[in-house]
């Protein structure tokens, strides 16, 4: 079993900065790409950042510039500073990553999913 758990969400104001952490744990192989998604109230879920296993990144075109995706290949985590944070920020933010584990004895890739961190930007 593999388990993603997110931590650093929070209220912040306009113009100010969050970290979100994600760590990945339970039985894994390796990790390959890691995401971070989020869903704002009445919307669908929009992927935000990506990152490879050898640090390849990749963003929405709203937060380039402002959000900064990395991780930790030795502590399987992945983190995302935001910086400038903006009102359209608000959103549940979820970790995601695919994961390669083993099941019933074999080597299989896992997409596994966080339980989601509430980020809020309000004066």
């Known amino acids: 079993q593999v388990q993603l758990v997110e931590s650093g969400g929070g209220l912040v104001q306009p113009g100010g900065s969050l970290r979100l952490s994600c760590a990945a744990s339970g039985n894994i192989l390796s990790i390959n790409t890691m995401a971070w998604y989020r869903q704002a109230p009445e919307k669908q879920r929009e992927l935000v950042a990506t990152i490879t296993y050898r640090g390849s990144t990749n963003y929405t075109a709203p937060v380039k510039g402002r959000f900064t995706v990395s991780r930790d290949n030795a502590k399987n985590t992945v983190s995302l500073q935001m910086n400038n944070l903006q009102p359209e920020d608000t959103a549940v933010y979820y970790c995601?990553?695919?994961?390669?584990?083993?099941?019933?004895?074999?080597?299989?890739?896992?997409?596994?999913w966080g339980q989601g961190t509430q980020v809020t930007v309000s004066t």
């Open positions: 995601n990553a695919v994961t390669i584990t083993t099941i019933q004895g074999f080597v299989r890739p896992l997409e596994v």
